[in-house]
């Protein structure tokens, strides 16, 4: 698609100013009641900033950013969550010539300094004084570094972070987009967003009246936006700089022309991948190949005025990113999510949002949540539940052909929009017309539940080394269980042991300082070798079924894709994740972790008291048995699982079984269950302690 756009990063928000002007670019939660918004959660609206004050606030940063003697091509990391501040940072930084280094806020020490240090990063710009004492405390490991720079804690920066990346399970670095076959679904914990999701209440709107006690009302009305347009200037005592405060900024005529210098081939990002195994690589990205999938993408999914982009994903990863720049250039308003997870669903009905890219877990326990709902009302309840998403299917497929519903069929679907459909929207705010899930498969239940609700929700498929995108489903190309057909700048082909290639502008530059590396993923005719496996239906549409380094053989020779069987276990609403295991084994065994969410809703409806340890539980036990079952009947004799143990607690970052960016560490799971893995196969299903 050819299409207006800047001719690198470095100077979009200035081509943006000039375009869109005084129209809001970013939108935030406001302190304090300020801002003028209406909003919920102590008081606090929600404040505009407008693409003119876009373009100062950045030029600021750049000029700063000089000052302290960016040079082109010079690294600037970022550490820190989704906020406008980093926004700010990473436009100021590519204006001032420097090389964007996104840091996961929850890496640990050995990530951070390994980041940081093979991408000579000469600056970091953090959230807050606790990153800035992370990086100052391991800075004797930082040869290059420079200079630790605050973002500013005024009223911009919204509310404390709270749970960080917790809601995004799944973002993975190889799988930008969804049902990438690595690990599907899992479970959002600690600080996250379960809870939030997990009761009917948690949707607004949807209540008794969804199931037949009449509507309970609108949902959530949309609350007010303010019209500020600045930024705020606070600053606080810190032995490191402040990003408002930077002394000495350079003439802003120096920046520009600094800005205007960059070239669509320079390097824009290095977005390191955290692997299962070994350190990270970094993905050398382009301004141009983000520029391609950017303007492909946006050929499919259209825009409108007045969109608004609600982002509550890890501006770490580049499907955030992707999503950034797409809504800057575009002129939409991009707005960030409160700084809590909790908080996101009750932010949908103020925001309005008509993009939302997100993992499939909120579409999924939103799904889990009016279920849920409906099945503590009794069977009757469940049972109207059940007519009423095949009706509204009904009706969308019927609408898909162009046709419009009549007679008995039109007076269901209007008793189903009014009690359930309705309210749902409203859950997501009215008006959302293109729902992106990435990073994991999303439970095809929950996606036909929201297609009946008027919510189609689209999945696509890509990596980093892809610059995000490879494949996307959109308005008019929709095919469930497939991850969309190849975008126009990407040439995809299948290769004979089944493993998903793709070739085009948008593929990234190799790996930073590994050739070797960058040799084994990047063949001399410019095939990206993705490791996945997948193939083409007759239409064109691809659905991924595999990880080629993930494949187990059993002692039989059988050869066996994981991730197919654990999608299929976890489309239970009780397992947070599976793991199957089995390689020279036998025949496959599972482990399951709980979703303590569902399985608490599930205690209170049966009368329990609070269970302290629910894998122990033999009720629990029969509900993983029923999903095992459930599973099995979808799968090959030879991928059942024969046998499961439950591992009480889940698998974390901090514990070492999952990667920052949430992947699972097979080896280590393998290793730390090695006991209650060899029991399986000794004595059949068992429970863990660990």
């Known amino acids: 698609m050819s299409r207006q756009r800047p001719r690198t990063l470095a100077v979009l928000t200035e081509w943006a100013a000039e375009r869109y002007g005084g129209a809001p670019a970013l939108r935030f939660r406001s302190r304090g009641g300020g801002g003028g918004g209406g909003g919920e959660g102590g008081g606090r609206g929600w404040t505009?900033?407008?693409?003119?004050?876009?373009?100062?606030?950045?030029?600021?940063?750049?000029?700063?950013?000089?000052?302290?003697?960016?040079?082109?091509?010079?690294?600037?990391?970022?550490?820190?969550?989704?906020?406008?501040?980093?926004?700010?940072?990473?436009?100021?930084?590519?204006?001032?010539?420097?090389?964007?280094?996104?840091?996961?806020?929850?890496?640990?020490?050995?990530?951070?300094?390994?980041?940081?240090?093979?991408?000579?990063?000469?600056?970091?710009?953090?959230?807050d004084a606790a990153q800035a004492e992370r990086v100052t405390a391991v800075r004797a490991k930082l040869p290059e570094l420079r200079h630790v720079v605050l973002m500013e804690e005024g009223e911009g920066a919204g509310a404390p972070r709270e749970g960080g990346d917790a809601i995004v399970q799944g973002v993975r670095d190889e799988g930008t987009f969804g049902q990438d076959a690595r690990g599907g679904g899992p479970a959002v914990r600690d600080g996250g967003v379960g809870g939030a999701f997990a009761q009917g209440p948690a949707v607004p709107g949807v209540g008794e009246g969804a199931f037949g006690q009449g509507p309970?009302?609108?949902?959530?009305?949309?609350?007010?936006?303010?019209?500020?347009?600045?930024?705020?200037?606070?600053?606080?005592?810190?032995?490191?700089?402040?990003?408002?405060?930077?002394?000495?900024?350079?003439?802003?005529?120096?920046?520009?022309?600094?800005?205007?210098?960059?070239?669509?081939?320079?390097?824009?990002?290095?977005?390191?991948?955290?692997?299962?195994?070994?350190?990270?690589?970094?993905?050398?990205?382009?301004?141009?190949?983000l520029a391609v999938v950017d303007d492909a993408s946006a050929a499919l999914l259209g825009s409108e005025e007045g969109d608004v982009l609600y982002l509550y994903l890890p501006l770490a990863h580049v499907f955030a990113q992707l999503a950034q720049q797409s809504s800057l250039v575009q002129g939409r308003t991009l707005c960030y999510f409160g700084g809590s997870v909790r908080d996101v669903i009750a932010e949908l009905p103020e925001v309005r949002p008509t993009h939302l890219p997100s993992v499939p877990r909120l579409f999924e326990k939103v799904h889990a949540g009016v279920l849920s709902a409906a099945e503590s009302r009794g069977p009757e309840a469940r049972a109207r539940f059940d007519a009423a998403v095949r009706t509204g299917l009904e009706v969308a497929e019927l609408r898909?052909?162009?046709?419009?519903?009549?007679?008995?069929?039109?007076?269901?679907?209007?008793?189903?929009?009014?009690?359930?459909?309705?309210?749902?929207?409203?859950?997501?705010?009215?008006?959302?017309?293109?729902?992106?899930?990435?990073?994991?498969?999303?439970?095809?239940?929950?996606?036909?539940?929201?297609?009946?609700?008027?919510?189609?929700v689209f999945e696509g498929y890509g990596m980093t080394e892809s610059s995000g995108v490879i494949t996307i489903s959109h308005p008019g190309g929709l095919r469930p269980g497939t991850v969309g057909r190849p975008v126009d700048c990407c040439e995809v082909r299948i290769a004979e042991d089944g493993e998903v290639l793709a070739r085009g502008p948008g593929i990234f530059a190799g790996y930073h300082g590994a050739p070797e590396a960058t040799a084994g993923v990047l063949d001399p005719d410019g095939w990206l070798h993705t490791g996945d496996v997948g193939a083409f239906d007759g239409d064109g549409f691809l659905k991924i079924t595999g990880r080629k380094k993930d494949l187990v053989i059993t002692s039989g020779g059988k050869n066996l894709a994981p991730a197919p069987v654990e999608f299929a276990l976890q489309q239970s609403r009780w397992i947070s994740r599976a793991i199957m295991i089995g390689d020279r084994r036998p025949y496959p065994v599972a482990l399951l972790t709980l979703d303590a969410e569902e399985i608490?809703?599930?205690?209170?409806?049966e009368g329990l008291a609070p269970l302290s340890r629910p894998a122990g539980h033999p009720a629990v036990r029969m509900l993983c048995q029923e999903a095992v079952d459930v599973a099995n009947a979808q799968l090959s004799g030879p991928a059942r699982i024969r046998a499961f143990a439950i591992i009480d607690g889940d698998f974390t970052v901090a514990d070492g079984s999952l990667t920052p960016t949430l992947k699972v560490r097979r080896a280590v799971i393998s290793e730390r269950y090695a006991s209650e893995i060899d029991a399986l196969y000794s004595h059949g299903s068992i429970r863990s302690d660990k």
């Not at 990063?121 to 959230?127: D, F, H, N």
Request: proline content about 7%; glycine content about 10%; aromatic content about 6%.
């Open 48 to 127: 505009d900033v407008g693409y003119t004050a876009l373009r100062e606030s950045v030029r600021a940063v750049g000029c700063g950013l000089l000052a302290l003697g960016v040079r082109p091509d010079d690294r600037v990391a970022i550490l820190a969550e989704t906020r406008p501040e980093w926004t700010r940072a990473y436009f100021g930084a590519l204006a001032a010539g420097a090389v964007i280094v996104p840091v996961y806020p929850t890496a640990g020490e050995e990530e951070l300094v390994w980041v940081l240090a093979d991408s000579a990063a000469s600056v970091v710009i953090c959230e």
């Open 216 to 289: 309970r009302g609108d949902g959530a009305a949309a609350r007010g936006v303010a019209g500020g347009d600045a930024f705020s200037s606070g600053s606080r005592d810190t032995t490191v700089l402040v990003l408002d405060a930077l002394p000495d900024p350079a003439p802003v005529e120096e920046l520009l022309a600094r800005a205007a210098s960059r070239t669509p081939e320079d390097l824009c990002s290095l977005v390191y991948t955290s692997g299962t195994t070994g350190p990270p690589k970094g993905c050398r990205l382009t301004h141009a190949n």
């Open 400 to 456: 898909a052909r162009g046709a419009e519903p009549g007679g008995a069929l039109l007076t269901a679907w209007r008793e189903a929009d009014e009690n359930l459909f309705a309210p749902v929207r409203a859950a997501f705010g009215g008006r959302l017309r293109v729902a992106i899930t990435g990073a994991a498969p999303i439970a095809p239940r929950a996606m036909e539940f929201l297609r009946a609700c008027g919510i189609p």
């Open 600 to 605: 608490a809703a599930w205690a209170e409806r």
